[in-house]
């Protein structure tokens, strides 16, 4: 089991940065794809920035260029979010996700809101 816990979500204003945190504890050796997928209200959650494997991360249409997924190296115990020149579509719930190659795991996720 892997267990995953997010933080630094919050109210940023439009243009503003944030960075979001994801730790992973448990059996995170097993972990093969891991990063970050939102829900706005009324909307299906969507990809945000994802690893898979050890490859380069892939990165939602929408928040190409603007926001960059990190994490520690190969040992999956954490992932990180950095969000710069937010815009209030970027608004929602943001949950950590990482896979095995049976089991998906998903964070309690935090609140992201873009307003001014």
């Known amino acids: 089991q892997v267990q995953l816990v997010e933080s630094g979500g919050g109210l940023v204003q439009p243009g503003g940065s944030l960075r979001l945190s994801c730790t992973a504890s448990?059996?995170?050796?097993?972990?093969?794809?891991f990063g970050w997928y939102r829900q706005a209200p009324d909307k299906q959650r969507e990809l945000v920035a994802l690893?898979?494997?050890?490859?380069?991360?892939?990165y939602g249409d929408s928040v190409k260029g603007r926001f960059t997924v990190s994490r520690d190296g190969h040992a999956n115990t954490a992932v990180y979010l950095q969000m710069n020149s937010v815009k209030p579509e970027d608004t929602g719930v943001y949950y950590c996700?990482?896979?095995?190659?049976?089991?998906?795991?998903w964070g309690q996720g935090t609140q992201v809101t873009v307003s001014s």
């Open positions: 690893f898979r494997g050890s490859s380069d991360p892939n």
């Open positions: 996700y990482a896979r095995s190659r049976e089991i998906t795991y």
């Open positions: 448990g059996y995170t050796v097993s972990i093969i794809n």
